[in-house]
């Protein structure tokens, strides 16, 4: 085993077991984690077997991760439970407030269990972008149009989390919900301005913030009325509002820098660093295999004192046992 700390990249592998070329790249200094995708997952004993031989890699051992909301994004399904869109939840908060956020802990609850019994430290969840009725990405993954209806049903789908010993990653900061562009394939745009974004799509990241939310993913959305940048890699947002407004200490991962809404800032190294510089601690290069071992061998961020804290909050449930 390898003994080095986790890194700020977090990285995709190649298939159902890891290859040389996987394992070349994991032990990278920088590299802190592992996001796995439905390419990664045949049945459970398969994904067992992988999580464990990432985890022997690394000492400490790299996080492992996986995008695991329910409904349209949900990476394993068979031997799983399937988890329903978030919507489903809001329909039922409009029907009856307090069932709608005991049904939001039970499924945070499940998705947590059965992730950690197949050895991975957390999902991407929850969505807490509005649905605004613009977006076709975000759609039903929202769980309700009402600022105040995510706040409530993201906060118990953490408790659910939280119960079963797992962290939470609230996205897409500040909101998503209102553009109709698909960032993996566009670059979109939302001209409101900062008091119209504060007074709806901000409402669930501060609850959830104060309420110990463990990280956090910016849109890559740019907000012309706030920043030229998208928020991903915008000072202003992770910085001034996120950091210094909302009081927020715990992680920012990057959303994908291979999605075609990160490519404003040049190469893969350049969006790192952009990124970086905004104020994330850890950036994702998920399927783009070359351009992951690019970054890896050219890339030279400046050491972060907040990593290590940040990495073991998010794999604290594996860390303790």
């Given amino acids: 085993m390898t003994p080095l700390g986790r890194g700020p990249a977090m990285l995709g592998v190649e298939g159902l077991e890891l290859s040389v070329a996987d394992r070349e790249r994991l032990v990278h200094p920088l590299v802190g984690g592992v996001i796995l995708f439905a390419r990664n997952y045949a049945e459970p004993v398969q994904l067992i077997a992988l999580a464990s031989s990432i985890r022997a890699l690394r000492d400490p051992a790299l996080a492992i991760a996986v995008d695991h909301e329910g409904g349209r994004v949900q990476r394993f399904r068979a031997g799983f439970t399937a988890i329903p869109p978030m919507r489903l939840l809001g329909e039922g908060w409009d029907r009856d407030v307090a069932q709608a956020a005991r049904e939001a802990a039970a499924l945070g609850s499940t998705i947590a269990r ?21 977006s076709g990405v975000i759609g039903d993954r929202a769980f309700h149009r009402n600022p105040n209806a995510v706040a409530h049903l993201a906060a118990a789908l953490c408790r659910g989390l939280r119960d ?48 110990g939310l463990e990280a956090i993913m910016p849109a890559h959305v740019i907000y012309p009325a706030v920043d030229a940048r998208p928020a991903g890699y915008s000072r202003v947002w992770l910085h001034d509002v996120l950091r210094g407004r909302l009081r927020f200490d715990g992680a920012i991962f990057s959303d994908d820098l291979e999605m075609a809404g990160a490519h404003t800032a040049g190469d893969i190294v350049a969006r790192a660093e952009a990124a970086v510089e905004a104020g994330c601690d850890i950036v994702l290069a998920c399927n783009d295999f070359a351009g992951a071992g690019d970054l890896l061998s050219r890339w030279r961020p400046a050491p972060s004192a907040d990593l290590a804290r940040r990495w073991a909050r998010m794999t604290r449930g594996r860390d303790a046992g």
């Fill in 164 to 211: 079963e010993g797992m962290a939470s990653v609230g996205k897409h900061f500040p909101g998503h919900g209102h553009v109709a562009a698909d960032s993996h394939t566009d670059v979109p745009v939302d001209g409101r301005p900062m008091s119209a974004i504060a007074a709806e799509d901000l409402v669930p990241f501060a609850a959830l913030v104060g309420a």
């Fill in 114 to 134: 059965e992730l950690r019994q197949h050895g991975i430290d957390f999902s991407f969840t929850p969505v807490l972008d509005l649905d605004h009725g613009a």
